[in-house]
């Protein structure tokens, strides 16, 4: 929902960042405030992933120009740990396995880590246990999920899901979505849009990263956008995605023969 | 802006590498059977005893160093070693307010207070300073039922007949060279001894810290547990920080009987070296347990962190029919630590298993290698083993190997072995980190989960503790 007056909790000022020697983003200027959906579209190669990325932190990637501020402090400057636990939140489109390390010891931890931000008691094994089985609905998982190591040995579908799930524990202010939607089945996506959707509030954002127009006809965005060479190019309504759809990218290379070439 | 990175991660100095000012006697440098003969006047040993150690020095004049291990090390000088020193208390006190209060408040820093009103409950305690012992705790309570529980000095004056019959019984002198060395010169250690039926109602610790730098450290354990007796035992160990190497030679003996069975848990934290492998404890133990007795049972459960160079493999002899023998390790290496590490089983009485857990993990430019011998004999029917060896690699400069030896004469024995190399990846980290879980604390639950099963074996006090302890060694150690 927009809300012009809703607070800005997002604030990306021309962007430019590179992984080893190449540079992705080349002046990203996006801003989100509390209450809206964004989505985020583009071909593969675009800067959306390295976009994501880089709002989360990852060490691979670094910042050589522009400004990101999260509630109007300095995001760039933060380990990743402090802002997941200021919430930004990053739901990976590869979440990886880590054996040996509980699922559950692992949500606990991370929870309580961001309640301690928000100046909340911890929860113990046993408080955490009975949050998370509630919150386990909201996904559709079974339990015993909780007992197996971080991610290892679940299918795709499981691996989305158990990113919403730990949306739902952590609450995050901004949750960026790197192709949630992705390898999902119909089932699958349905309770991963429906999950997202629950969570989505007033002060809270989400910035959904998609190829395709049908996890959008699940969650309704208030903005698109459309990401070409490391900026967007353009941003509409919904119906921008609906337009996709039907056109497909090729437009996209004659706006970009049209512009200046950015020299890096 | 920069991600905290591997060499960033905040080095944690050895806290244990404080020197205690104490006033220590100390011998003459050098071995030779004078000595030999000196450190049992010392002691105001028995005639048997003198003549286990002449005898032990004499084989060890004959045999020769091993070199086969994957170690690197100079050629130690033994004659440039001291083999005999002791804080400068006279005979050991019978009640804790008599302890020199320096020693006292030594082993309270290390967290072993050893003072009626802080020591650690239900754990009874031997501290041994510079391999002499100087306190016992709960030895009363424990004598209530029939557990003897003191130095192997004590030990050899009150109960000569049991130390006569068991000493040397589990490791000959003559078994291999540092074997011999120990038995030589063998300055203190433990002596426990469960009677028949007795389940031993405390834990047994013996805490071990050398202090001095130039003395070579010659520990001597033996437990031995009767019919249907059982007992689990800690043994925990650190040291200063020399600049120097030290020679740490341990002998540790178990025996169980019928039906009886021991645990014998050991969290290892010698001085390492420092980051450029200057210094170090080089340690060199022979421990191995023989299940004598039908349905006994001995589990080593080993945390080894420290000492530059560590060569020890608790072993068990399963002579018993349907005995059971057990070794699960975690050893950690780090800057230019060297490890060869691991265990012998040796089947002999028929249904006999053997289960080896083995987790090593390398860092820095360390080195470390499992070495296991499962031995199935001919009359071992029905004998089952199970090996695991898994390693994790942090960093790019570690190294880790593998040196299984399976020798079997028995056709119908069960032999697995199972191996896995792993690493920690930044991708893995990441998502930690992306989560709020911060870059020590990432690497310490990727490493715990990693050591999970062996953990799990470690009497609960000591569980908690391995795990900070790990923490605490790994620096600048994921690549």
Redesign the interface.
Known sequence: MIRPDAPLLLEIHELHARVEDQPILKGVNLSVRAGEIHALMGRNGSGKSTLSKVLAGHPAYSVTSGSVRYRGDNLLELEPEQRARIGVFLGFQYPVEIPGVSNLEFLRVATNARRLERGDPELDTFAFEDLVRERLKLVQMDPAFLERSVNEGFSGGEKKRNEILQMALLEPLVAILDETDSGLDIDALRIVAEGVGQLAGPDNATLLITHYQRLLDLITPDFVHVMAAGRILRTGGKELALELERTGYDWVDQELARQPVEVA | ?S???VGDLVSQPYKHGFVTDIETEKIAKGLSEDVVRLISSKKDEPDFLLRFRLKAFRQWLQMEEPDWAALGYPKIDYQNIIYYAAPKQQEKKTSLDEVDPKLLETFDKLGIPLSEQKRLSNVAVDAVFDSVSIATTYREKLAEHGVIFCSISEAVKDYPDLVETYLGSVVPSNDNYFAALNSAVFSDGSFVFIPKGVECPMELSTYFRINSSDTGQFERTLIVAEEGASVSYLEGCTAPMFDTNQLHAAVVELVVLDDASIKYSTVQNWYAGDEHGVGGIYNFVTKRGQCRGNRSRISWTQVETGSAITWKYPSCVLQGADSVGEFYSVALTNHYQQADTGTKMIHVGPRTRSTIVSKGISAGHSSNSYRGLVQIGSKAVGAKNYSQCDSMLLGDQAAANTYPYIRSQQPDAVVEHEAST?RI????L??????????E?AIS??V???C?EVFNQLPMEFAAEADKLLALKLEGSVG
């Open positions: 802006m991600t905290a990175t792993c990846s930044a991708d893995q990441f998502y930690l980190q992306s989560r709020g879980v911060g870059f604390a639950m990727m715990s989960g990693f999970r």
